[in-house]
């Protein structure tokens, strides 16, 4: 399945996602895309009037710009999810999206999608081990119900 | 053209997707911008230094750069940006300007993000960042000295002053129509004032919208940006050449609040989005009040009942006044309330987004207005200092630096 993690730049999340089966989709694919279409200059600074517009469909205009640079780019990651994992409270270093603002409407999205969504809270130290054995359980079942 | 190393300190101006435009017009102006780096681990220790932690990390990481920047001497000027209407940002913004303003003395200016920026605000905005760094020792100058012309074509009136050994010795000031013809009407007026012959003159300086032009057509020595003209012409006027100072300068059609420090400006907020906000609504305003623009302030002052036009608009402003007018409220406290209709739009746009730094110095064609400038120090509780001449501020400020060029 396609799953959505969130933060959407969490590499750590790719890997888990990719280990448990399922297809990651996150924020550096659509950098990338942005990075290398040939018509888009200035990469990797490179968020385009399209992109903005995009946003308007979730956003209203009087939104600050920043916040629709980045939900135009999250929306299509948004739409093509099937399954996501949100993880609550992550230190900037584990993943970031910067604007608190698009963070939280960007959660606000996803939840409204009612895709299977797991929501656990960050643990560092020992206890991350239970936060990844948590995470696994949920793609192991994705993968169950995908079968079914 | 030699290049100035400018920070650009922002939370992410590459989502708002200008960025390209920020980069486009520094190359042009002469400026390298530079973002100043640390460690993400360091952020927390920046922002304790600043004093102030957000939720966004990106504004954090913002209070970071500014932190890491002091630590580059190379870099000269900074230019704060967040996006327009994002309240936590704002703050941040002004934090970070008051942060670095204790500890550098460089200019810095501050402007809001939007998706689709007019390029003449931004151009405007670095060009004068760009003077202000490069030109600093000119703009130290505190004295004219010769024979010496400005001209100031500004976007609604062109005025120029004759200045001899540190007076103005003959001025002139005309609506603008053709800027070149303008300026060419405004010499020879300020000239036949001072009794001067051309061939008598050292040099001319200009500043102003038309200054492209007008500086080809009189081969001036010196062109200038306005803001750093204006701070130095309201320094002169005023001789507030020593400490901190705040100037407003509200002309026909825009306006500039600009914080100065021993007589150069230091940082400073441009208009220009509401015609409401300038001359050009006091205009129009004294038009309906049947009364020349140059006595709508004396008439205003006589006003002893408070009224509020109900939009600052052009437009409905002055429907507003008319409604008023038609609904038997008197004139005097329909000029007072489209003086203070002015004030308070300033107020509302630029004056709360920075400190002001006594003394006050109001300068440009509204300064003339007494109505105005009564709302002002009702609105801020403090003195507005009003200097002679005040309306020739930029042509006093050009006509006294090209003295040293």
């Not at chain 2, 100072?245 to 059609?253: K, L, N």
Request: with cysteine; proline share 4%; aromatic share 4%.
């Amino acid at each position: 399945m396609k799953v959505l993690v969130y933060p959407p730049n969490s590499m750590i999340l790719a890997d888990l996602v990719e280990r448990g089966g399922h297809e990651p989709v996150v924020l550096m694919r659509e950098i990338g895309e942005h990075v290398r279409d040939a018509e888009i200059d200035a990469p990797p600074l490179n968020v385009t009037e399209e992109d903005l517009k995009r946003a308007l469909r979730y956003v209203s205009v009087e939104e600050p710009a920043g916040l629709k640079g980045r939900i135009g780019l999250l929306a299509p990651l948004l739409e093509e999810a099937e399954a996501s994992i949100i993880l609550r409270d992550a230190p900037p270093t584990f993943g970031c999206m910067g604007c608190v603002v698009a963070d939280e409407f960007f959660k606000y999205l996803i939840r409204r999608r009612e895709i299977p969504t797991l929501e656990v809270a960050y643990e560092g130290g020992e206890k991350v081990e239970e936060m990844v054995s948590e995470v696994m359980t949920f793609l192991e079942q994705l993968k169950k119900e995908g079968l079914r | 053209m030699e290049k100035v190393r400018v920070a650009q300190i922002s939370c992410g101006t590459e989502y708002s997707g200008i960025q390209w435009i920020f980069d486009d017009i520094a190359e042009r102006v002469g400026i390298e911008l530079v973002y100043p780096e640390m460690e993400l681990s360091e952020v927390e220790l920046a922002c304790k230094e600043v004093g102030f932690e957000v939720e966004s990390p990106s504004l954090n990481m913002m209070m970071a750069r500014a932190v890491s920047m002091l630590d580059d001497p190379t870099i000269k000027g900074a230019l704060l940006l967040t996006c327009f209407k994002c309240a936590e940002g704002t703050i941040v913004k002004d934090t970070i300007r008051r942060f670095l303003h204790e500890r550098i003395d460089m200019p810095i200016i501050v402007y809001s993000n939007v998706e689709k920026p007019k390029e003449r605000e931004i151009y405007s905005r670095l060009e004068a960042l760009k003077t202000l760094i490069a030109r600093k020792s000119l703009l130290m100058r505190e004295k004219q000295e010769g024979i010496t012309i400005g001209v100031d074509s500004g976007s609604s009136t062109t005025k120029a002053v004759v200045m001899k050994d540190n007076e103005i010795v003959g001025e002139g000031w005309i609506p603008t129509t053709d800027p070149v013809e303008s300026a060419d009407e405004v010499i020879e007026s300020a000239l036949n004032g001072a009794g001067i012959s051309r061939t008598d003159v050292d040099a001319i300086g200009v500043t102003g919208h038309g200054r492209e032009l007008v500086g080809k057509h009189v081969k001036a020595a010196l062109n200038l940006e306005e803001v750093s003209v204006i701070a130095k012409g309201a320094a002169l006027l005023s001789r507030q050449h020593k400490g901190d100072a705040t100037v407003i300068d509200i002309g026909g059609m825009d306006n500039k609040l600009i914080l100065m420090r021993d007589g150069i400006a230091t940082s400073f907020n441009l208009g220009g989005i509401c015609g409401g906000s300038s001359g050009r609504f006091l205009e129009v305003a004294s038009h309906r009040l049947d009364v020349d623009i140059s006595k709508l302030g004396q008439l205003a002052l006589k006003s002893k009942v408070r009224h509020e036009l109900q939009s600052y608009c052009m437009v409905f402003g002055i429907q507003s006044l008319v409604v008023a007018l038609g609904s038997g409220v008197k004139p005097e406290d329909v000029a007072a309330a489209a003086c203070r209709s002015v004030a308070n739009q300033v107020y509302e746009n630029q004056i709360q987004e920075m400190e002001m730094r006594p003394p006050i110095i109001f300068v440009g064609g509204v300064s003339l207005i007494e109505g105005v400038t009564r709302e002002f120090e009702t609105m801020l509780g403090i003195d507005i200092t009003v200097p002679p001449n005040s309306q020739y501020a930029g042509a006093v400020g050009i006509a006294t630096l090209v003295s040293g060029v």
